[in-house]
């Protein structure tokens, strides 16, 4: 945490401040048009009892917010999360498309229909949202909003990723960490993806360089010698936990 202002940019810290704020607000900006007038219509079942999602609707178009809620039985050597995550969501007519939305892709996600709902595969590790729509104007719409995000949202990524290894090397005092090792080749593979202009998989492999940091950051031992929890670095991700939606009950 840093009280520096971020009218100091050459602060490492506040360096990456800037960069989480900057992404944060694409990320807001995408999901513009729930925040503004979605309300939320119900929960997604979801296959690992550590996660909810929470499921928004503005007319034709349904947002799935997953959400990793931290256990007690994460300890600081849990090496990864599950690599797919089953979610049932409710109400929504099987005519729908099903997409993972991030600031640089609209990928279509594997999904069918199942009793209950539409159930949807999910890479929890892609930290994307999901987009349920039969809406083609809203598909185009975010087709074109991803596309514009693309190459700074990659930036963005590559240099939190980068600033974050800076300062877990520093902290850790050993460069020889297997996960901040693994983290740099992460880094060293986005860099080259984003230079060739695969802006998509720049940005999947930033994300896949801080979840080796995070790795790391839980070995490492707190202030008061004891091992950190922490599972996340909280400001590269945005938190959707505070948002005010409007429920049915408050039409």
């Known amino acids: 945490r840093s009280e520096d202002s971020l009218h100091q940019p050459t602060v490492p810290a506040v360096q990456r401040r800037v960069a989480a704020l900057t992404l944060m607000n694409l990320q807001l900006q995408l999901i513009a048009p729930w925040l503004a007038g979605g309300r939320v219509t119900g929960m997604a079942t979801c296959s690992n009892p550590a996660w909810t999602a929470s499921v928004v609707q503005v007319e034709q178009a349904h947002l799935v917010i997953p959400m990793e809620w ?27 498309q099903v997409f993972e939305l991030t600031p640089a892709n609209l990928l279509p996600l594997v999904h069918k229909r199942v009793a209950g709902g539409i159930q949807v595969q999910y890479a929890p590790l892609s930290e994307g949202l999901i987009v349920l729509t039969e809406n083609p104007r809203a598909i185009r719409s975010l087709r074109q909003q991803t596309a514009r995000m693309a190459a700074q949202s990659a930036r963005l990524r590559c ?15 050993n460069t020889q960490d297997k996960f901040l090792v693994a983290a740099h080749e992460h880094i060293t593979e ?52 505070h948002l005010t939606l409007p429920t049915r009950a408050q039409e």
């Not at 986005?190 to 994300?207: E, F, M, R, S, V």
């Not at 360089?209 to 490492?220: E, G, P, V």
Request: glycine fraction near 6%; avoid cysteine; charge should be negative.
């Open 159 to 173: 240099e939190l990723a980068t600033l974050r290894l800076v300062a877990l090397r520093q902290q850790a005092g």
């Open 70 to 96: 931290s256990s007690p039985t994460n300890g600081p050597d849990d090496s990864q999360k599950s690599p797919r995550l089953t979610l049932v969501v409710p109400g929504v007519p099987e005519s729908n």
């Open 190 to 241: 986005a860099n080259a993806l984003a230079t060739g202009k695969d802006y998509p998989g720049a940005y999947t492999a930033a994300i896949a360089a801080d979840q080796q940091l995070d790795r790391s950051f839980k070995r490492q031992p707190a202030a008061n010698g004891t091992e950190s929890t922490v599972t996340s670095d909280p400001i590269t991700t945005v938190s959707y936990t």
